[in-house]
């Protein structure tokens, strides 16, 4: 296997595994201390067992994204160090900032998981605040390094050197706001939709269980608000990267020719050598309406750019279509909730069958909206700056580690969805 | 002093808190591995009360280290992940399996079998992750590593000065792991921990002698620090009186003052690591000045570690006060049973 290819196949795999882990972490806390807020204003016991559980739950993902973060923070090194020689000192500020979020993170749950009864109620409950806090915190300092990677700023090149380097200038290129929000955003959407639908399930065999129906109430509350809000900062995403990276919306939408009055797609296989995008169900001026609020504005096609920066548009726009698509469906899914919620009916067994069909959906988006921005900055790491080909180390042999490494994360996969399980079953409550 | 310097100086604290803090719950997952005699079973019950609510936080020691390296002396995060790219996907198996097993142990079956066979993983793997570091540690003291972006030696590494290190590592973060257990522990369980204070102690010596022996000819810039700089001779004689200090107090049954002496003996030994490389970040290519990001990184980064430090540090102190009693970084000892939280309390009843 080629070496660049296996790199690239290790730390793609690392990041997957990882993200889910990381969105977890991000959304769960947010749910538990819901959960403990609401026991302590009602002395509502199911909501105790409720925030207990899933503390529970949060451990052992907590565990295993701090450690799949670890593997994270060396592959940087060990796959790409010409990468991080380069970029390091100008994308370290936002990591150096996430290390002290990832430190609040961990003290705290480790007061908020272990310091039941053993610290004064308030001190638990914003211990549980601060985690949840930090997660988020977490989140925006590492989209923050990716967002540089998009649209690198704060520097010069100098003989192939970064020099004049702003570190808070790099901390907020162009377009980091929109990156953000959408990242943060999807980790409370897909926990929400996971999380409900398991429970959901349960509902479904113990329909009069309090216990499932609290839970579903937070997860699907935070679930829906989330996916309800997703379409609008996926609106403000398009908008800015078409201003900011017009070629990788060219790759998103499929879009070969630069036309005025470009129509959307929906669906559809890109075909490069052919340069057009088969079997797509157009929507006349739909494109040059949702990128640039204006049905006449040019939308700049790939031909506009040279053929050796293209990413693989196929690859990118069938992932942009997946996730859009999930998305859609998700937004869906939580404005029948909302009515629901308005007329509030409880939810009858055909929408929790939604609901259970729905949970997988959201991490299937999140998954495939990073592989969109990934895929869609290739050939690049540092986008117009540095090649992927050339940010990969010498070191040889990396079918190796990748395949020590798939063994690891498959086994940690197996056990920690074995163990959740376990959490949830054995002791059902009514 | 530089800005290369403070944060050379800072990455060097952090590494110590590393030891010091995440050091010990490596060594607790030692003592999960020699767990012996009538009282095996309280032995690794105490283990894991200990490490639980701390571990997670002491771990992040580790990745502040990788951040501050790469963004301050990224030349230098670059050469060692090139040249010791096989310790390093070692290390990570080790830290991954350690703190994964440590966790599924608690949520799985609470049956023999299955708790056996984590506790094997867990403590397998905490031996493991130490031993890697110390290599680690020792390949780049040694001036082995020849740092080139055409690549490097995949195993030079791989040689008697390194992996005494490496030993050494195992051998003090077991100690310091018995030194904090036996402030921990109370009655006959304090003893058994006592006693393997005292134990890894005398590993600690033999390993650091073995390692020092290496370094004369395998290490010369470590050996000259060991001998030849001025503050050969003081350290030398302050780390023996730490040493000495800790198997005094740890016969005497002054568990606190023992475990104040063990952690001023591994301070001054990675101190004195730190200081005998000095300006060197990766001997013989890599200075602290020479492997530098530019001037205003530096400046900005480190503005942004007191920022952080003044946040981090209440908050950590919080954490050990809640969990290791009122006066968590106690030396003195009052009374010979001081207070002691029962090792059989376990995180929310399962």
């Known amino acids: ?430 | 002093m530089s800005p290369a310097d403070l944060l050379g100086g800072a990455i060097l604290v952090a590494l110590i808190l590393y030891v010091l803090l995440a050091g010990a719950d490596f060594g607790g997952g030692v003592w999960d591995l020699l767990a012996s005699g009538p009282r095996k079973r309280e032995q690794r019950a105490l283990v894991e009360h200990a490490i639980g609510p701390i571990w997670e936080a002491n771990h992040v020691w580790l990745i502040l280290v990788v951040v501050l390296l790469f963004t301050g002396f990224p030349a230098a995060f670059a050469g060692i992940s090139i040249a010791l790219f096989v310790p390093l996907v070692l290390l990570l198996f080790g830290i991954v399996l350690r703190g994964a097993a440590f966790t599924f142990r608690t949520y799985d079956r609470q049956e023999d079998g299955v708790q056996a066979r984590w506790g094997l993983l867990f403590s397998g793997s905490s031996v493991l992750a130490p031993l890697v570091l110390g290599v680690v540690v020792g390949a780049v003291a040694s001036g082995r590593l020849r740092v080139s972006a055409q690549g490097a030696e995949p195993f030079a590494w791989l040689a008697p000065f390194p992996l005494a290190v490496g030993l050494l590592a195992v051998a003090l973060f077991a100690y310091l792991a018995a030194a904090y257990l036996a402030v921990e522990a109370a009655g006959s369980l304090r003893e058994d921990f006592r006693r393997r204070a005292t134990g890894a102690g005398v590993a600690v010596l033999v390993t650091a002698g073995l390692a020092a022996l290496l370094a004369r000819d395998q290490a010369p810039l470590v050996f000259e620090g060991l001998t030849r700089r001025w503050w050969s001779a003081p350290l030398l004689a302050t780390t023996a009186a730490a040493a000495g200090g800790a198997f005094a107090a740890l016969s005497r049954g002054r568990v606190h003052v023992a475990r104040a002496a063990a952690v001023i003996q591994a301070t001054l030994i990675v101190a004195g690591w730190g200081a005998a490389q000095h300006p060197y970040l990766v001997v013989p290519d890599l200075t602290l000045a020479s492997a530098s990001a530019p001037r205003g990184v530096l400046v900005a980064l480190l503005w942004a570690l007191a920022a952080g430090g003044a946040l981090l540090f209440p908050a950590l102190y919080l954490l050990f006060r809640v969990f290791k009693g009122e006066r968590p970084f106690s030396v003195l000892d009052r009374g010979l049973n001081g207070p002691s939280t029962p090792p059989s309390e376990r995180p929310p009843s399962s």
């Open chain 1, 1 to 430: 296997m080629d070496d660049l290819l296996a790199a690239r196949a290790l730390f793609g795999m690392s990041l997957a595994f990882h993200i889910v882990f990381a969105a977890v972490g991000v959304a769960m806390p947010l749910f538990m201390v819901l959960a403990e807020w609401r026991w302590r204003r009602t002395g509502s016991e199911v909501h105790l067992e409720l925030a207990r559980r899933w503390a529970k739950g949060t451990t052992i993902l907590f565990a295993v994204g701090a450690v799949s973060g670890t593997v994270i923070s060396f592959e940087l090194g060990l796959l790409w160090p010409r990468f991080m020689a380069f970029a390091g000192p100008i994308i370290g500020m936002p990591f150096s900032l996430e290390g002290f979020a990832f430190f609040a993170e961990a003290i705290f749950l480790g007061i908020y998981l272990y310091g039941w009864g053993r610290v004064p109620p308030r001190l638990h409950l914003a211990s549980g605040a601060v985690v949840a806090a930090s997660g988020a915190l977490s989140a925006f300092f590492v989209t923050l390094a990716n967002a540089w990677m998009n649209k690198p700023a704060g520097f010069q090149l100098f003989a192939g050197g970064a020099t004049a380097i702003q570190p808070f200038d790099a901390m907020f290129p162009p377009g980091w706001a929109h990156e953000v929000i959408h990242v943060l955003i999807s980790c409370y959407a897909a926990t929400g939709f996971a999380v409900a639908g398991i429970h959901a399930w349960f509902l479904l065999r113990e329909p009069g269980s309090a216990f499932h129906r609290a839970a579903l109430r937070i997860a699907l509350g935070v679930g829906a608000a989330a996916a309800l809000l997703q379409p609008l900062s996926g609106d403000f995403s398009a908008r800015q990267v078409a201003a900011e990276q017009p070629l990788k919306l060219a790759a998103l939408e499929g879009q070969f020719r630069t036309e005025r009055g470009a129509p959307l797609r929906l669906g559809g296989v890109p075909d490069p050598e052919r340069r057009e995008t088969r079997f797509a169900i157009e929507i006349p001026y739909g494109l040059s309406l949702l990128a640039f609020h204006d049905p006449g504005a040019e939308v700049k096609g790939l031909e506009a750019f040279p053929r050796e920066q293209w990413p693989n548009v196929r690859n990118v726009h069938l992932a942009f279509q997946v996730m859009v698509g999930l998305g859609t469906l998700l937004a869906s899914v939580s404005a029948v909730a909302l009515y629901l919620g308005i007329r509030r009916r409880a939810a009858p067994p055909w929408f929790l069958r939604l609901v259970v069909v729905a949970a997988p959906a959201g991490f299937l988006a999140l998954e495939a909206g990073w592989l969109v921005t990934e895929w869609g900055r290739q050939p690049w790491s540092v986008w117009g700056v540095l090649r992927t080909a050339e940010s990969v180390t010498p070191v040889g042999h990396l079918a190796v580690p990748l395949a020590l490494f798939m063994l690891l994360f498959a086994f940690l996969a197996v056990i920690t969805a074995a163990l959740l399980w376990r959490q949830i079953v054995p002791r059902r409550s009514g």
